[in-house]
């Protein structure tokens, strides 16, 4: 008798979940819609999970995901920047020249970094801009391909770059760490295998990306 109660729930449940998935209330009890973060493993090379060309369609995902999709993070197909420098690239736009440097006063620094040498608006603009470009941190972007189970597939990934052996500062102590990052929202193809009868469809994830560096300890 209680195999056949705990048999008849059972089936009940799959059954009802089941009409709640195809339905769309199963957000009611999953919440599959809210972004989640995104995994850190990649999914199983089943390819009987992935998505069909029918779930493929460029404009639907994209009206899917509205105004979060980025064009300077995202691309559905291989960017052609991934193909011309696929170990990365530097974004130097963000460089300034901060306020702590501009408010440096040479006058101060004993022998030749002081006295009237100092004063010439050409020798400041010099030093300050060494010492600007030598803390500096610039992002490495590098496209990643995160497989067809994402759209878009193609993510632009931010990296905080160190040379080897050399230091952002001067004492040299400190390190170029993040700074700034920003959660781009993706779609991610999802399925429930219940006794490989896959129920599949796109679900909304957060995926973190690195968009500043900063000359830190």
């Known amino acids: 008798m209680d195999i056949r109660t705990n048999f008849r729930r059972d089936f009940l449940f799959r059954l009802t979940t089941a009409f709640l998935f195809i339905t769309g209330a199963s957000d009611l009890l999953h ?36 105004g979060d999709f980025v064009p300077r993070y995202m691309s559905v197909s291989r960017p052609l920047e991934s193909i011309i420098r696929p170990n990365g690239s530097f974004d130097y736009s963000n460089f300034h020249i901060s306020n702590e440097i501009k408010a440096l006063r040479f006058a101060k620094f004993p022998g030749k970094f002081g006295g009237k040498a100092a004063q010439r608006r050409q020798f400041r ?19 990643r391909d995160l497989s ?32 700034k990052s920003q959660n781009l929202r993706l779609l991610r193809w999802h399925c429930r295998n219940w006794e490989r009868g896959l129920f599949c469809r796109w679900i909304s994830i957060w995926y973190p990306i690195v968009t500043a560096c900063e000359c830190k300890c």
Do not use: M
């Open 125 to 143: 603009k010099k030093i300050r801009q060494f010492l600007a470009s030598y803390s500096f941190c610039p992002v490495k972007y590098r496209w």
């Open 31 to 66: 919440a599959q819609l809210i972004p989640q973060p995104a995994p850190l493993d990649f999914p199983t090379p089943d390819h009987s999970y992935d998505p069909g060309p029918n779930d493929l369609s460029p404009s639907t995902l994209k009206a899917q995901l509205g």
């Open 148 to 179: 067809i189970r994402f759209f878009p597939r193609w993510i632009r990934e931010g990296t905080c770059y160190n040379e080897p052996g050399q230091s952002c500062s001067i004492p040299p102590s400190n390190k170029c760490q993040t700074s």
